[in-house]
């Protein structure tokens, strides 16, 4: 995940946004894109139209899990599987599992 960290060199502050992983167990910064100053980014948000549209994007899934969901109700995976490999009446179903860990 991406935060926003502030560097001090020779008495300015610059800001760079940062990407941190965890690397021999310590955190440490894989990835950063200088952004500027506090005047130089309050003057870019303030002219919109003047920034640079992006190249690319990035998507991502929404809604897999619950379209899985859906499909797997409709198609009785749990019931079916629960039908073929009885289990104690204990937890949850062997079907239920199947159905999480899919």
């Known amino acids: 995940m991406a935060s926003i960290i502030k560097k001090k060199k020779k008495n300015q502050f610059y ?3 940062v990407e941190s992983q965890r690397v021999n167990g310590k955190p440490r910064i894989v990835w950063q894109k200088y952004l500027g100053k506090v005047e130089d980014i309050a003057r870019a948000m ?3 139209e003047q920034l640079t549209p992006p190249k690319h994007a990035k998507v991502f899934e929404f809604g ?3 379209a899985l969901l859906t499909v797997a109700e409709q198609l009785k995976i749990v ?3 629960d039908n073929h490999i009885p289990k104690r009446e204990q937890g ?3 079907g ?3 159905l999480i860990a899919a």
Request: charged share 10%; aromatic share 16%.
């Open 15 to 17: 800001y760079y946004i």
């Open 46 to 48: 303030s002219n919109p």
């Open 64 to 66: 897999a899990v619950a």
């Open 79 to 81: 019931e079916t599987i």
């Open 92 to 94: 949850i179903s062997v």
């Open 96 to 98: 239920e599992y199947m």
